[in-house]
Structures are given as C-alpha cells and as structure tokens.
Nanobody, 116 residues
C-alpha cells in the first residue's frame, strides 16, 4: 500500500489549494478514504472522509463549507479542495485509508502553510 500526497504550498489567508493523494498497491475503489492534518505542536485532527463511491462525505466543523473532499476511482486519486484558507489551517496534511478498525495506512503528508 502506498499513499503519496502532493499540492501543499505556502498560501495567503483567503487563498485556495487543492491537495492530491495518489494511491497504489490496493483496490482504491473498495475503501473509504480520509484526510487528517497535524498542526505544529498539536495532535492529529481528522478533517474529512469520503465513502467508496464518493456519494457520501463528512467534514470536521472547522472546515465545513470551506473544504471539499472528492475522489477519482479511475485514477486512484483522492483530492481535498481547500478554499478560504485561514492561518489555523496550517498543518501537515495526510491522506489515510479507512479500514474496519480505523485508518490503517497513511501517507507521509504534504505541508500547507497559510500566512501573509
């Protein structure tokens, strides 16, 4: 199993970014997928989850209305569209595979910094 995130960058408050997560080594379309972030000096925070077909999505209150999770099962890729970014969104963003007992595989993360 391999999960590789990309798209992180330094962006000004109010800006937008789209993160991608390329998945390989498993049947991507058979698993729910999540994004989790970890801000400097803090513990991991769940951000969003999408079901296998992409028809059901779930968001943390802190990002609801600003972030959109999506997936392309034909490309084995997970996305996170982030709009209206705030300094408190600064974190290392991970994608994770959701298994029965929790998130069993994580990528190495991509860094998002929101600062003027």
């Amino acid at each position: 199993v391999q999960l590789v995130e990309s798209g992180g960058a330094l962006v000004q408050p109010g800006g937008s970014l789209r993160l991608s997560c390329a998945a390989s080594g498993f049947t991507f379309s058979s698993y729910d997928m999540s994004w989790v972030r970890q801000a400097p000096g803090k513990g991991p925070e769940w951000v969003s989850t999408i079901n296998t077909g992409g028809g059901r999505t779930y968001y943390a209150d802190s990002v609801k209305g600003r972030f959109t999770i999506s997936r392309d099962n034909a490309k084995n890729t997970l996305y996170l569209q982030m709009n209206s970014l705030k300094p408190e969104d600064t974190a290392l963003y991970y994608c994770a595979r959701v298994a029965f007992a929790g998130m069993d595989y994580w990528g190495k993360g991509t860094l998002v910094s929101v600062s003027s």
